[in-house]
């Protein structure tokens, strides 16, 4: 059975660090990033949506492609974009770069929706992680204000009596590694992404 959840991916970035093809098209085993994420959101939610730049250079994928609505093309603009065209109250975000996207931890985070709460977030040892969140679509208007301010990082726009943290202690039950979180800005961080996977095919893991 799918949440009655909306699985946004942001695939708006500039590549600086990461010359050549769109990074989330480079394959980490046998599959594109962009195809990893896809299969799991398609299986997990009842509607999945692409936020891009370039719509044409993801033709033919199988889930609604937006663009952004605000001009500033940042993470927070890709973030307003995937939340306003929703259909689902609710919904669970990922950069188009992360190759271990973890069912389990996804389904915790999806768990603790609560009345009041606007942002459910991951608290780890590096601090929240705006891109592996539930957020209601009840942040359209806050983030609508700090885009107007050019206020452009998400976290800027969180109201802390809105936010539920989930501790480091639960994700780590869910994923010990942590690898959810592991997302790729570089050729290196290509290379260990590459490493990692080889090891799980070894151990006989697969992908999450």
Known sequence: MK????????AGGT??????KKKTFHRVGKEMMLTRIHS?????FNEVILVVNDPMAFAGWDMMVVTDIHPSRCALAGLHAGLFYASNPWAYVTACDVPFVNEKVIGHLIGQREPGKEVIIP?????????????????????ENSL???????KKFFRPKKIKEIPVSDLKKLDPAMRFMFNINTP??????IILEAQDTIKGEGSP
């Open 188 to 193: 290196e961080d290509f290379e260990k992404a």
């Open 3 to 10: 949440y009655e959840c909306t699985g946004i991916i942001l």
């Open 40 to 44: 799991l959101f398609e299986k997990m």
């Open 123 to 143: 608290r780890t040892a590096d601090g929240l992680e705006p891109l592996s969140a539930v957020y209601s679509r009840e942040c359209i208007p806050v983030i």
């Open 15 to 20: 590549n600086r660090r990461f010359p050549g």
């Open 148 to 154: 107007a301010n050019n206020n452009l990082m998400i």
